[in-house]
């Protein structure tokens, strides 16, 4: 199931990863704007932050076994709807599908991790599940670029759609939700009505919006660099061509996986989640800052940070361990889905607000100037410091 979930995991990280290869080639067949990109790239994590709370819900009252499969089948037909788009509304509407189809890919297995696994292993195993998964997001970058050049972006995602209903297939028969003899603590609930005061006792818990604050801006810079605003910034900026902006990416996708695999078991060797976080927090806050302050910065120095910002990211493993420990196992559900539904409204708003300050300077879809990437990258910056924060005023919850 571990490597199951990784392999779907891998194939959401493709679609959220995608998008800042086939931005340059989306704008040129469809005359998108700057805004228009925004729009696509966003409604996916949009649509997958919308859809967390009716996941978790479904997670909590019917496990992942049944949850997950019905949520692959849109999965599928959204790919197949962004391959066959002949507008820019078309490709924002698959983009909505998609978003929902993948939104239950990673709190399906928490779910099932909490279950099968003791609390102080959670992030080592989810860890290893995401860094697995990273591959995903490796095939997003220059892997996808050379698929572009030579197939077509079209083609790519008719594969993508095929290749997700063979997963579907598998987690159909693979995925169980715990291990024989499993003791629950509580039992599911039993309607809706239950349901919604799980949900309510979750974000009515004080020192969860702490860990909310922090889950807004956990994805949300790497994601927007890597997820959108990174292939137009080096094109505008360094002239880079296609398979350029891929091999970029594709260090940041690594940069990503090796971080995967080096924040998992962290809490338990230094007997921290918190400060964990923070710590991974404030080198991103610093890196973006350089973004933001250092005038026509060589090459070298920008792909650096790009990959600094991209192994910081997946803290967001030790979060997710610290909000797994805050709650009972009958609600793991709809606590996780809570978090990771505003880590993708995080994303979601980052790139947003990326797209806004872009399109002021170069509202016509025309290069944008260095001063509007700038002042995009101060503004993720102070987004990040705000974040940090009220993550202060959390209490730190130890492995064991």
Known sequence: MVVLFAVLFGASQFHRSSGGVVAPELAREFAASPAALGAIASALFLSSAIAQIPIGLLLDRYGARRTLPLLLVLAIAGSAWFAASQSVSELVAARVVIG??????????????????????????????????????????????????????????????????????????????????????????????????????????????????MGVVAFAPSMTILGLWGGPYLRDIFDLGTVGRGN??????????????????????????????????????????????????PLWLTVALFTVIAFCQPSFIVLAAHCRATFPDHLIGRAATSLNLVSILGVAFMQWLFSLIVGFFAPGGEAAPELAYRLSFAAMALCVLLAMFVYTRSTDIRPG
């Open 248 to 297: 970029v990416l594709l260090a940041m996708a690594v940069a990503t996986l090796a971080g995967t695999l080096t924040f998992g078991p962290l809490d338990r060797v230094f007997r921290t989640r918190k400060y964990i976080v923070l710590a991974a927090s404030a080198v991103i806050l610093l890196s973006l800052g350089m973004l933001g302050l250092v005038a026509r910065p």
């Open 100 to 213: 929902v189809g993948y939104g239950g890919v990673m709190m399906s297995a928490f779910a099932v991790f909490a279950r099968w696994f003791p609390p102080d292993r959670f992030a080592t195993v989810s860890g290893l599940m995401l860094a697995l998964g990273g591959v995903g997001g490796l095939l997003g970058t220059t892997p996808l670029a050379g698929l572009v050049a030579s197939v077509g972006w079209r083609s790519t995602f008719f594969g993508v759609a095929g290749l997700t209903g063979l997963l579907a297939l598998v987690a159909l028969v693979l995925v169980r939700d715990a291990p024989p003899g499993y003791q629950a603590q509580a039992k599911p609930p039993g309607s809706l009505a239950e349901n919604l005061i799980g949900l309510w006792q979750v974000i009515t818990l004080p020192r969860f919006r702490y860990i909310l604050a």
